[in-house]
């Protein structure tokens, strides 16, 4: 069922669940079939990813990766432990999902925001009972009412002095890794407001 009312996202649904019913009815072994499963993914990833031109309208990307981050998070209790690319895809998948919710330049509507915010939740279960958590950024980020939405981001954003117990919970939250992103996105910003000027 397709919660994404978008053809794209109901085909790119299927794709992902065909990749998920080959891999648990592979004769291969585990690992073979783990290989083949990362590699096929990827493939239809890109494929799916590349219909849109991405500094025109980012938004159906970031209703590609939700799509992909939950259903390989769904597939993720099939998948062999001792294959190295299951972590690095997942890892670089929520990597470049962050980086584009960072660098949206408009708000995400609410539908896709809910459907990120929930896609996320249930994802990061199922990583959870395989054993694995790399979605700490993208849940921290679906956790808040927008992703630069955070009270105590937008009072140090806009100079303020927001209580310190607040700015170490927001610190907690955040992660190094987000919070790095979050620095690199704004200092290129305003490298890039400045050179405008």
């Not at 259903?71 to 962050?98: D, G, I, M, Q, Y």
């Not at 979605?135 to 927001?162: C, K």
Request: charged share 20%; with cysteine.
């Amino acid at each position: 069922m397709c919660a994404l009312p978008s053809p794209p996202a109901c085909e790119l649904r299927e794709r992902f669940q065909g990749l998920t019913t080959a891999l648990k009815e592979s004769t291969k072994s585990p690992l073979e079939a783990s290989l083949l499963f990362c590699q096929d993914f990827c493939q239809v990833l890109v494929e799916h990813a590349s219909r849109w031109k991405t500094d025109e309208d980012p938004l159906p990307l970031l209703e590609v990766y939700t799509i992909a981050i939950l259903s390989f998070a769904k597939a993720s209790s099939c998948l062999s432990s001792a294959c190295e690319n299951v972590p690095l895809l997942l890892e670089k998948l929520a990597l470049s999902c962050a980086e584009l919710l960072l660098l949206l330049p408009q708000h995400v509507p609410g539908a896709l925001w809910e459907e990120f915010q929930s896609s996320m939740k249930v994802a990061h279960s199922l990583l959870q009972e395989s054993g694995s958590s790399p979605l700490r950024l993208l849940t921290s980020l679906a956790q808040q009412d927008g992703v630069w939405a955070n009270a105590t981001l937008s009072s140090i954003l806009s100079n303020q002095t927001p209580q310190t117990e607040h700015v170490h919970q927001y610190l907690e939250l955040e992660g190094p890794t987000l919070l790095n992103m979050r620095i690199k996105i704004s200092l290129s910003r305003e490298s890039w407001l400045e050179g405008k000027q």
